[in-house]
T-cell receptor, first 115, second 111 residues
């Protein structure tokens, strides 16, 4: 238990569906992250929020839409996904983003399958 | 840009010592992390090095040489539960501070 929770743990969706992934951290951190992890590939940073402000978008397709209503919650809204978007989506948090010298605490991930 | 290389897989025997290497290229180096990730689970933080030298933490130690762009994770007295992927991650300043992850080294510990 890292103090970061994600729901749902597993999600199967069709290409025309709309769904949302939820992440919550109970650590009092100010930075939150979305990562995509595909088999045998490095963790790919998707979005970063620091003090609720989006500070990074790593050229992520617009079918992925993040939302950070407060420092404890992070959402990833999904619509019209492609089969290649099937992956493990990990949420993480850290004390803040200022110098990237803080370790990140990861949630258990959402295993997404797009059919 | 930033780049990280680490071996894809390693196998070692229970009770032995194993060294997992990581080489990296980055601008504005701001530290190197090692994470452990068991299959189907989230990565968990193991160590952070920002200065040259060896940091020891129980059975795990991490070494850094900034001039060589090189780090290693040393695992002693291997246990079966150490079978996992070990991720090297580097924090650098490439138009803003960013931490990028290597693809990970899958370690198999055999009896």
């Amino acid at each position: 238990e890292t103090g970061v929770t994600q729901t749902p743990r597993h999600l199967v969706m069709g290409m025309t569906n709309k769904k949302s992934l939820k992440c919550e951290q109970h650590l009092g951190h100010n930075a939150m992250y979305w990562y995509k992890q595909s088999a045998k590939k490095p963790l790919e940073l998707m979005f970063v929020y620091n003090f609720k402000e989006q500070t990074e978008n790593n050229s992520v397709p617009s079918r992925f839409s993040p939302e950070c209503p407060n420092s404890s919650h992070l959402f990833l809204h999904l619509h019209t996904l492609q089969p290649e978007d099937s992956a493990l989506y990990l949420c993480a948090s850290s004390q803040d983003r200022a110098a990237s010298s803080y370790e990140q605490y990861f949630g258990p991930g959402t295993r997404l399958t797009v059919t | 840009g930033q780049n990280i290389d680490q071996p894809t897989e390693m196998t070692a025997t229970e009770g032995a010592i194993v060294q997992i290497n990581c080489t990296y290229q980055t601008s504005g180096f701001n530290g190197l992390f090692w994470y452990q990730q068991h299959a189907g689970e989230a990565p968990t933080f193991l160590s952070y090095n920002v200065l040259d030298g060896l940091e020891e933490k129980g059975r795990f130690s991490s070494f850094l040489s900034r001039s060589k762009g090189y780090s290693y994770l040393l695992l002693k007295e291997l246990q079966m539960k150490d079978s996992a992927s070990y991720l090297c991650a580097v924090s650098g300043n490439t138009g803003g501070f960013k931490t990028i992850f290597g693809a990970g080294t899958r370690l198999f510990v055999k009896a």
